[in-house]
């Protein structure tokens, strides 16, 4: 057995606890041991001793929506007004994309992730093409490869259409789910197929729910820019009847919602929606700077919380994001609604994304028996502590204590 580590400072933040003044947190081989005032844990203490100082020891965060493979296009797409031209740019963009191009990004993507604090990933892939660096880096992940066939009207086992998933790695990584892209990309068939595969295997899923004012036309009435866009993609069904719904209750009418379930985005969720979600369990990813730079909206914060649907954060990827920096939602966040406690936010970011992902009984918050993920952001107390927090952690200020170096 190594030599215990105490950490010292002026803030610890458990999360799943008050945040404790001139706090310590006891490290012994990669795992958590103790967590209190300084004056407690350090009782009898023969160890190693780290004081950091003035500022706040902290959980690594939990990023629940990233598209690694898109990191190669960073600073190749600007912001938009209209989510519509933001996914043309994007579906051109990805198309020019080397298979070179696309492993550096998601290095890079895997490299941001680290600097910015986080210890727990939800990526979300096509191709498979970020498992293998995923398993190399020293983050914890949880890979959902995605599935996409508005045209699978007949389908059987999910291993049918896709080969990845009767794969034995597929089979035996227990952070491998499957995952929908969308509505308006994925037929009722499919969106059972993959709920199927998942449910039999107990792991998450995650889709892409109410990103775009298209989406709501195109159930509300079966045409507009969606249905041009799969008629151009030779994936449109001639005889397709839309349903008629909102996104939750669509979804919720297929029996894909639930607490497994992470819908991402919701910027076009109305209060029934928020409804269905909250008696469903079903968990919604915020990422709210992604949903302002790719012209999305705004998800109705308010209104989930009001309804109590279960939230979680994200970032989505470098084709529709400034950074992968999860600080940066906590921010936008804080700065957007203040009438909520500020380390409401820091809560998302951290034990509801670590449940969300099925992680929470080893990462999220700092307790006894927990991974020794947590870094160490500096405050100079001249200022609301929870804005200088994110604010300082926005500008990647963040520092790793233990472990989880790349």
Known sequence: MGEMTAHLSRWVL???????????????????????????VLKGFQGSLRDHGTGAILPGLVNCHTHLEFSALAGKIMPQLRWEDWLEMNLAASASLSPRDKEAGILRGLADLHRYGTALVGDISNTGDSLAHLAASPLEYRLFYECLGFNLLDLGPLEEAFPFFATSQARDDLNISAAAHAPYSVSPALFRAVSQWNSCRRRPQAVHLGESAAELDFLARGDGFFKDLLQTRGRWVPDFTPPGMTPAAYLQSLGFLGPDTLAVHGTRLDAGDCRVLARSRTWVILCPRANTFTGGGSPPVAELLQAGVSLALGTDSLAGNYDLNLFGEMLWLYRHYPQYPGDLWLYLGTLQGAQALHRHQDLGSLEPGKKAALGFIPLSGRQDFWEELYLNGAAGEWQWLDGFSL
């Open 14 to 40: 458990p999360v799943s606890a008050p945040p404790i003044r001139d706090g310590a947190v006891l490290v012994d081989e990669g795992q958590i041991r103790a967590v209190g005032p300084a004056s407690e």
